[in-house]
């Protein structure tokens, strides 16, 4: 791991060997997030545009040498990332713009961006010969590391707050993992799978804790650029709930700087839910958010949900850095844009995906951006992880079936009335 120099504590700015430290600065833990540091000279060496050009390896491991991991690493056989990304001129054209594209990462192998991070989790778990992996979760990032697991035969437990929907849980079993159904809150699922981590040296992939997880969602911004030709585009919106994605993006977008990749840094905008709104209060107040106590969260977008963000600080550095901005939308809005995605795309989203266009459509609104920009909308998950949300969008959409007896003539009277 000659690439990486040091792994930087983001509160202190002391820096440690990779080796030194599994997770995070030992003198603020779990608050002690680090950054990965690399030498941006000897990957160039390693890895170009042009070099790029030839690989056929469309996946994130594309990007391997950018990647903290060994060269030779031996990495699991899902096909994560190099995602689709698309241009959507009649979504741009009802919203008065001229170049706008939906990248679509609810086409990862477990059905959201999080196979990005857990994917790392794996490759880093079985370097440390962990018997066990594990992570606490509300669901998509669960799903990615056992979905993962599940691909290289690993063992995996997983920590979920009791309340946690079914149907995300049963996704969980299917792929084989031990699943504890923890009686309390995500924090406390969270704190009980720290300790169960430190008690038997299980390899941890929580998020905002890990300092590898934001270097696999970074990946989406390698490939956004590289989609798009290595022109940059203006704006990205992004859902946010611990922020760990919006930060990786940024990560990523500082490497493709540091390489003479790109020319220009986009501004990333970050989209919350009303009602989990801690990162854009802040953001709005000025506020510290190593000081800024928790929330009390509450949306219909679970995978946004977050009281106190783990990875808060990257979070307010990715819209702070990039002059980007936070926007909030209303559950209403945030399900009411799933099916306005879905027929101007034929992308269909979970509401927490569907939340980053309904803060495209507020900023357009409230006029944060100009016709000319051009803007990345990216989708962080399948619709079919949350079918119920769907329904509840369709029906604000005040869309419904038409009834018709089985018969031509009855099809031929409904039809005249359309
Ligand atoms: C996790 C998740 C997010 C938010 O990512 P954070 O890193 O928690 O900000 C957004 N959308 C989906 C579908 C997710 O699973």
């Not at 999080?114 to 079985?126: L, N």
């Not at 929580?206 to 696999?216: A, K, Q």
């Not at 854009?280 to 190593?290: D, F, K, Q």
């Amino acid at each position: 791991m000659d690439h990486i120099l040091h792994l930087k504590s983001l509160i202190s700015g002391r820096t440690f060997r990779p080796d030194e430290i599994e997770y995070v600065d030992p003198e603020f833990g779990p608050d002690g997030v680090v950054d990965v540091v690399y030498d941006y000279d000897l990957i160039k060496s390693r890895i170009s545009r042009e070099s790029l050009r030839d690989n056929r390896d469309y996946s994130i491991w594309r990007y391997k040498p950018l990647l903290p991991i060994e060269p030779d690493a031996e990495v699991p056989p899902l096909q994560i990332g190099w995602t689709p990304i698309y241009a959507v001129p009649r979504l741009a054209a009802e919203l008065g713009l001229r170049h706008l594209w939906v990248k679509d990462d609810g086409r990862n192998p477990t059905g959201s961006f999080k196979d990005r991070a857990s994917a790392i989790a794996v490759v880093k778990g079985r370097e440390r010969g962990a018997e066990i992996i594990t992570t606490a979760s509300t669901g998509n990032a669960a799903a990615a590391l056992s979905g993962i697991c599940a691909s290289v035969g690993q063992a995996n437990v997983i920590f979920v707050p009791e309340k946690a929907p079914p149907a995300k849980v049963a996704q969980l079993l299917a792929y084989g993992a031990t699943v504890m159904l923890v009686r309390g809150t995500y924090d406390d699922a969270f704190e009980l799978c720290l300790q169960a981590a430190d008690a038997y040296g299980w390899y941890n992939r929580n998020t905002g804790y890990n300092p590898y997880m934001s270097e696999g969602k970074k990946t989406a911004t390698l490939e956004m650029c590289e989609q798009l030709g290595w022109e940059a585009p203006d704006r990205i919106f992004v859902s946010v709930g611990d922020g760990c994605i919006i930060g990786g993006l940024h990560k990523g977008l500082k490497d493709l700087m540091a390489m003479g990749w790109i020319d220009k840094m986009p501004k990333l905008m970050g989209v919350q839910a009303a009602g989990s709104n801690y990162l854009a209060e802040a953001w709005e107040r000025g506020e510290n958010v190593l000081t800024k106590p928790a929330i009390n969260a509450q949306t219909a977008a679970d995978s946004i949900s977050a009281g106190l963000p783990r990875d808060r600080m990257k979070a307010m550095a990715a819209v702070v850095e990039t002059d980007g901005a936070y926007i909030t939308v209303s559950d209403d809005e945030i399900l009411s844009a799933i099916p306005v995605l879905a027929r101007g795309s034929g992308v269909f989203a979970e509401p927490a995906g569907a939340a980053a266009y309904a803060g495209l459509v507020k900023a357009v609104a409230e006029g944060l951006v100009s016709a000319d920009e051009r803007i990345v909308v990216l989708n962080t998950g399948s619709g079919l992880k949350d079918v119920a949300g769907a329904m509840k969008g369709v029906e604000l959409s005040g869309t419904q079936p038409h009834r018709v007896d089985a018969n031509l003539d009855d099809l031929r009277r409904v039809m005249a009335t359309l």
